[in-house]
C-alpha cells in the first residue's frame, strides 16, 4: 500500500484551509449556540403558579407527646403553638421591610439590612465564634440570590417571585421579622412536631417519597425546567395535590397542615445552644437529595449565611 | 464431582481464587448497591433493584444500612490483605491454611449476614451471623498477628539488604504493627458500637462533626472509623513495597518510619477519647511518618520500574523521554504506585488545606456543604485504595501484554479523572457559589459518572472473564490453581 507523501497542491492546501476555517466555524457556531442555550436557561420566564395556599394563614399544634428524632424518641411538648402553614414569602417580607424602615427597627448600612442583636454568652468550645452585641446582618440589597428589590424607597418582591419563599435571609433577618411581629422562630423540637405529627413519620406526609411530593434535587418539577436538577424555589404551598401546567403534584401537607416542611427550602429555627454559635436548619431545600428532606435531618450554618436555598416561617403561643 | 472439588479449591484455598471470590463479590455489591443513589437512582434504577430484589428500604434506617454496607465491604477487603500479606510474607502453612479460611467465613458471614438483615427485612438470625462473621474476622486478626511475630527465631536476622535492627526485620514488625494496630482499633469501634441502642442506634460520623459535647463513645466510633481507613492503607502501602521488593537504603529509612507512624497514628486516633485536645497533632506527626515511608517505596518502584524497563529493551544511557516511556511501559505497576502519589492530590493535600483553613473554609459553610467535604475526602481515599487492590490483582493473575496495557490504563486514568472530578465536586463551594454551581456540577458528575463507569466496566469485563474460565475444564484458574501448588 502506497501512501502519497507529496506536499500538498496550492489548491489542496486552500481546501484544507477551507475545511479548517468550515470547523472551527462550525465549533463556534456550536459554542454560541452552547452560550445562547445557556443564557436563555438562566433568563427564561419564571412559571407562575397560584396555589390557592394562602401564606397568611397558621396552624394550631397541639399540646403532648411525640416521637423525635431519628431514634424516636418520647419527648412532650406540654403547650399548643401555632406555626405558620408555609414559609415566609418574599412578597412578606417586603412588606415587613418597608413597615422596619419606616419604624427603624432596621436600617440600610452599605446596602446591607442590619438590625440590633444582643449578642450570644460565648463559652470558647472548640470552633465556637464570639456572636458580639450590635447591628447584625439581615440582608443583602442586591444579592443575586435576593428575590426582593429595592428601589431607593421601597422593597418589593420581583413579581414572579412574590409567592416563593423568602430566601437568602440570615438568621438575625428571620429573628427580626418574627419578632417585628411578636412572633418567634420555632424551636427545633416545634419544628419537628409540626412537621411529623404524633407517628414518628419520616416525611411530614408518611414513610414514601415521591418526586412530585416536595422540591428537592432532580424533582423534575417545572421550576427545574432550563435550570437544572437543582432548581429553583416553588411557591409555597406548591405541593398540594393541584396540576399546573400539565404537573401533577402529591398533597404533601404535614400532619397538622402545614406545607413545604420538607424540601423547597431550609428553615431557619431559633435555639441558640451553649457552645455553638451555629444555628439550625430543617426540612431540606431544592438543593438536596430526598434523604435530607427527612423531618429529623439538621443542617447548620453561622447566623449570617444567607442562600437561595434557606427560608423560614414564623411560630407563636406558648 | 471432581470437577467442582477442583474449582472449590482453586477458589477457596488459593490465593488467586480467595481474592478472585472476594473481588467479584465486591463488585457484585458495588453493582447492585450503586444503583441506590446518585445517578442511577435517578434513572430510576433504585426503584427496579428494590423492586426486583425485594429490598426495604425504610427511610431511618438509611444510616444503619450504610454502616452495615460499609462494614460488608470493609471487611472484604480487609480479607483480600490478609490473603495477600499471607502469600508474600513468610508464614507457617498451617497457619496461613487457619487465617485465611477463618476470615474467608468471617467475612462471607458478615457481609451476607449484614446486609440479609439490614436491606431485606430484620432477620435477626442474620444478624447473629453478621455478628459472628465479624467476630471470626477479629479472630483471624489474632491468628494473623500472631504468625507475623517478629520475634520468631525462624524470622530473625534477616537479608541485610532489608531494614532489620537487633536481628528482627523491621518489615515483618512493620506488618505486625499494623496487624496488632488494627485489632485495637477494631475493639476500639466494636465496643463503644455495641453501646449505642444495645448496637442498634447509629450515626454517621459526619452528621455529627458539629455537635458540642461528643460523647466518648461517639468519640471512640469517629476514631475507629478513620484509623481503620487508615491502617488498610498502611497494609496495602506494605503490601505494595512486598510487590515491588522494597530493599535497600530507603527500605532501611522507609521501614522505622512505617513502625513509628503506625503506632504513633493508631495512638492519636485513640487518644481522641482521652484526649482529644491534642489528638489530632499526634496523628498529623505519625502521618508524616507514614507518608514519608510510602514516599520512599514510589522513589524506589519508580526509579525500579524505569531501570527494568530500560534495562529489558538494552537502553543504557537513556535520555529523559525514553526514562519516562520506561516508567510508563507498565500501567499495571507505574499505576499502583502513581495511585499513591496521585491520593496525595485528591486526598492529602486537600485534607490539609481544609484543616488548615478549617475556620475560614468548610466551618463558614453550612454543615451540609461540610458533610460533602467529608464524605466525598474519604470515599476517595476507599476508592484509590480499591483500584490499587485490582492492579495487584491484575499483576498476580499475570495479565500479559496488551490486555495488560489497557487494564491497566482503563483502570489508572479513568480513575484519575473521576478522583479529580469528586476532589472538585467536593471542594465546590471555594470557587462557585449555591445558584451558580449548576452548570460546573452537571460537568463534574458527567465526567465523574462517565470515568467511574469505566473502571467499573472494566472492573467487570475481568470478573465476567474469570468466571467464564471458570467453566473451562482447563482454564486459567486450573493453570493458577497448579502454580500456586507448584509455590
Known sequence: ?318 | MQGLLERYNFLFRSTRGLVLVALALIALVTAIWGMLSGPMADLGLRDLVVRLTGMVLEPAEREGRIILLYHAIALAIVAIEVYLISARVPMRAPERAHINATITVGYLAAMIGGLGFGYFGHNWILHGIFIAGQSLVFFAGILFAAALNPWRAEYRAPNPAYASWRGIDLERAAFFTMAVATLGSALFGAIPGSFFGNGFTVFLAEDTIREVGKTPFQLAVIGHLHIMLTLVAIALALLVGRWFDFKGRLHKIAMPLMIAGTITISLGAWFVVPFREIAHTIIYVGSVGVLLAALFLVIFGFDKLIRENLAARQIAQANLAQKFRALIEDPVKFGALWQMVYMNFVVTFIGIFMALQLSRVMRVWPHREERITLTGHWHILASIIATIIILYYADLIGLQGRVRKWFGWLIVIPSNIAFGAAALFSTKRLYVTESAQQPLVDAIMLTLDAALATVLIALAALMVWRLIDLFKRNGKWAQEAREEVAE
Open chain 1, 1 to 318: 500500500m502506497n501512501s502519497d507523501r507529496r506536499p500538498p497542491t496550492a489548491d489542496a492546501r486552500s481546501q484544507i484551509t477551507d475545511n479548517r476555517q468550515r470547523v472551527a466555524g462550525i465549533c463556534v457556531a456550536l459554542l454560541a449556540i452552547a452560550l445562547a442555550a445557556c443564557a436563555s436557561a438562566q433568563t427564561s420566564a419564571l412559571p407562575k403558579f397560584d396555589t390557592g395556599v394562602d401564606p397568611e394563614s397558621w396552624a394550631t399544634i397541639p399540646a403532648g407527646e411525640f416521637l423525635f428524632g431519628q431514634q424516636s424518641e418520647r419527648v412532650k411538648v406540654d403547650y399548643a403553638f401555632e406555626m405558620m402553614v408555609t414559609d415566609v414569602t418574599n412578597a412578606q417580607y417586603a412588606r415587613y421591610l418597608n413597615r422596619a424602615l419606616a419604624d427603624a427597627k432596621v436600617k440600610i448600612v452599605n446596602r446591607q439590612i442590619v438590625g440590633a442583636y444582643p449578642g450570644d454568652a460565648f463559652t470558647g468550645y472548640r470552633h465556637e465564634k464570639k456572636i458580639e452585641a450590635g447591628d447584625k446582618l439581615h440582608l443583602v440589597v442586591g444579592a443575586p440570590d435576593l428575590r426582593i428589590v429595592y428601589d431607593g424607597a421601597s422593597f418589593h418582591a420581583k413579581p414572579e417571585y412574590a409567592n416563593h419563599p423568602a430566601v437568602a435571609i440570615t438568621w438575625f433577618g428571620a429573628k427580626a421579622y418574627c419578632e417585628y411581629f411578636g412572633w418567634r422562630l420555632p424551636s427545633e423540637i416545634e419544628w419537628e412536631k409540626a412537621a411529623r405529627g404524633t407517628d414518628g413519620r419520616a416525611y411530614p406526609w408518611g414513610d414514601a417519597i415521591a418526586k412530585n411530593q416536595a422540591n428537592s434535587y432532580n424533582s423534575l418539577d417545572p421550576f427545574e425546567r432550563g435550570i437544572g436538577a437543582q432548581g429553583d424555589t416553588t411557591p409555597v404551598g406548591f405541593y398540594n395535590g393541584k396540576t399546573y401546567a400539565g404537573y401533577a403534584t402529591r398533597d404533601a401537607q404535614s400532619a397538622y397542615g402545614l406545607y413545604d416542611m420538607a424540601g423547597n427550602v431550609w428553615q431557619w429555627t431559633g435555639e441558640v445552644y451553649k457552645g455553638t454559635h451555629y444555628r439550625y436548619l430543617r426540612g431540606g431545600s431544592k438543593q438536596n437529595y430526598e434523604y435530607n428532606l427527612r423531618v429529623w435531618t439538621r443542617n447548620s450554618a453561622e447566623p449570617d449565611y444567607y442562600a437561595a436555598s434557606v427560608g423560614f416561617r414564623c411560630a407563636r403561643g406558648k
